[in-house]
């Protein structure tokens, strides 16, 4: 691992601004701006979380106070920019002003300072510019799946920290799924008692080669999820909750098996590769457990039941008075219908309702769901197959099958969200044919392409293309079991992402962003982050 002041010394070697997301305008002068001890860094009203956060910052690899003295670091608020995100740098010999209509704006000219700090010998310095810089796209997003497995609230920290360096606006937590509930709800305490735990989980790529019988786990509490939401909005990032339905409900199930259409029948684990403790159960008389295998299941919320709207709403009463987000993810993807086609009560639902088929009870499921949170103030954002059977009438679609689902959302006036698998998902390999390369759930996926991505597909016209929210890119973890492996797989990934939503895209050069990018190599390793890479030193570029 590099030293921290090793890591700050590659502007001065390269002469080169290497600012990644690239900034709107830049122009360089001569010379620089001289930290000693007579810096102070000053900050306008209501500014003190900016200020200190700079401080932090520089206070890692330098040190002095920076409360006295009057060569100044300025930031002020200002009116005269018409983004909220945007920003003005301007560093000279004498002082640096960070100029920004809002506190996020402050934040981003902070964090594309942070990027330009040089060390020569045992003095610091910034260069001598003047950038003009505001994103081309307003939402800027990371997922992270914490269900398949579980990461504890301080790793969660260091991800929104991660996400912070590369101006990301939004965090999509994924906080439910088949194998694990991770969200405290006090109504329903067994979410958390049972469907937080699984018994057991299959060995290597799926369908495995065995189950490890581990108990394998974990839960945040509402406190610990307040904790969360409080660091993200000091870092200008919003979170947007998850809760999956109709499908992957296993773990909820297996909690309260009333909402299954079938509670009586086993949760059945592919090629029997049930645990040892989760056999002992269905043999017991408890046939729902959190499923161990990874995959799509048939047993999904039953859309025939008033009790599973009782318990939905009752679960999203709670999420919403813990997360002042507008949007609420509701997931809304890969739900067969196979069970609902034998349920009598969703059978009785579809005559009852006049539906066509099970694709419209789906789409009635997510309607329902989308009023009801409507009411409380709230949006809703699902996975594109929202679309099947009818979209709901103020949804916004994330389109992950690709971009037919976004471009039909826009064309039908929806907001939508560009997520493709082939651009954004990040749970495929990023490097290939290496001896002990970490194994991923398949495909190839390098930065080369994550970064050639356009957010605004040319099948949209300007209007069509206006209702293009932003990109987000996916981390779903079954072969993630650990942190250093999450930060593996997301960087320097991510620093692709964040120029395809930052930087427009007439201003965007594949070989220009290979120079730049190897300069946020020597942040990652002062923060010890683990990228693609790092065991040759180097950023992977493929």
């Known amino acids: 691992m590099l030293t921290i002041e090793e890591a700050y010394s590659f502007q001065n070697s390269t002469h080169q601004l290497n600012i990644v997301p690239k900034p709107s305008k830049v122009k360089k002068g001569e010379g620089g701006f001289v930290i000693d001890p007579e810096v102070k860094i000053q900050a306008g009203k209501n500014l003190e979380n900016e200020r200190n956060f700079l401080k932090e910052i520089l206070t890692r690899s330098i040190d002095l106070d920076f409360s006295k003295g009057n060569r100044l670091i300025q930031l002020k608020i200002s009116d005269r920019f018409d983004n909220d995100e945007a920003y003005h740098l301007q560093v000279s010999k004498d002082h640096i002003d960070i100029e920004a209509s809002t506190n996020a704006g402050i934040f981003y000219g902070i964090q594309t300072l942070r990027q330009l700090l040089i060390q020569n010998n045992k003095e610091f310095s910034f260069p001598v510019v003047e950038i003009e810089d505001s994103p081309a796209l307003g939402y800027r997003g990371m997922h992270l799946d914490v269900a398949r497995h579980f990461f504890d609230v301080n790793e969660v920290k260091e991800y929104l920290d991660m996400l912070a360096l590369h101006k990301i606006n939004t965090f999509h937590w994924h906080l439910t799924e088949d194998q694990g509930w991770r969200i405290e709800i006090k109504k329903y305490p067994k979410l958390t008692e049972i469907g937080g735990f699984r018994n057991g989980t299959i060995v290597g790529r799926f369908p495995g080669s065995e189950n490890d019988n581990e108990k394998y786990g974990g839960f945040y509490t509402q406190e610990e999820i307040r904790e969360v939401i409080k660091y993200a909005e000091k870092r200008h990032i919003t979170i947007i909750p998850e809760i999956e339905m109709p499908g992957h409900s296993s773990a909820a199930i297996a909690a309260y098996p009333y909402l299954s259409c079938f509670p009586e029948e086993n949760t059945i684990v592919p090629e029997?590769?049930?645990?040892?403790?989760?056999?002992?159960?269905?043999?017991?008389?408890?046939?729902?457990?959190?499923?161990?295998?990874?995959?799509?299941?048939?047993?999904?919320?039953?859309?025939?039941?008033?009790?599973?709207?009782?318990?939905?709403?009752?679960?999203?009463?709670?999420?919403?008075?813990?997360?002042?987000?507008?949007?609420?993810?509701?997931?809304?993807?890969?739900?067969?219908?196979?069970?609902?086609?034998?349920?009598?009560?969703?059978?009785?639902?579809?005559?009852?309702?006049?539906?066509?088929?099970?694709?419209?009870?789906?789409?009635?499921?997510?309607?329902?769901?989308?009023?009801?949170?409507?009411?409380?103030?709230?949006?809703?954002?699902?996975?594109?197959?929202?679309?099947?059977?009818?979209?709901?009438?103020?949804?916004?679609?994330?389109?992950?099958?690709?971009?037919?689902?976004?471009?039909?959302?826009?064309?039908?006036?929806?907001?939508?969200?560009?997520?493709?698998?082939?651009?954004?998902?990040?749970?495929?390999?990023?490097?290939?044919?290496?001896?002990?390369?970490?194994?991923?759930?398949?495909?190839?996926?390098?930065?080369?392409k994550v970064y050639s991505y356009n957010p605004k597909p040319e099948e949209l016209s300007s209007e069509e293309a206006e209702y293009i929210l932003g990109v987000q890119a996916n981390v779903w973890t079954e072969y993630m079991q650990n942190f250093d492996k999450v930060q593996y797989m997301t960087l320097p990934r991510l620093a692709a992402l964040a120029e395809v939503g930052w930087t427009r895209k007439k201003d965007r050069n594949w070989l220009d962003f290979v120079k730049r990018v190897q300069g946020l190599k020597y942040i990652y390793e002062a923060q010890d982050y683990n990228y693609a890479g790092r065991k040759n030193s180097e950023i992977l570029i493929e």
């Open 272 to 448: 029997g590769r049930i645990s040892e403790s989760g056999k002992h159960l269905q043999e017991s008389g408890n046939p729902k457990i959190v499923q161990e295998s990874w995959g799509v299941f048939d047993d999904v919320f039953c859309a025939g039941k008033e009790s599973t709207f009782t318990f939905l709403e009752n679960v999203l009463d709670e999420v919403v008075t813990l997360f002042p987000s507008e949007y609420i993810h509701i997931g809304g993807d890969e739900c067969p219908k196979a069970n609902w086609e034998r349920c009598p009560d969703c059978q009785k639902r579809i005559t009852d309702l006049g539906l066509e088929d099970e694709h419209e009870l789906q789409s009635y499921f997510i309607q329902r769901m989308e009023k009801y949170l409507n009411a409380k103030g709230k949006k809703i954002i699902g996975w594109d197959e929202i679309l099947e059977g009818g979209l709901a009438p103020n949804a916004t679609v994330m389109s992950w099958r690709g971009e037919e689902g976004g471009i039909e959302a826009a064309k039908q006036k929806h907001d939508v969200i560009m997520t493709p698998t082939g651009y954004f998902y990040l749970d495929y390999y990023q490097e290939i044919g290496l001896e002990g390369d970490p194994m991923a759930i398949g495909a190839y996926l390098p930065l080369s």
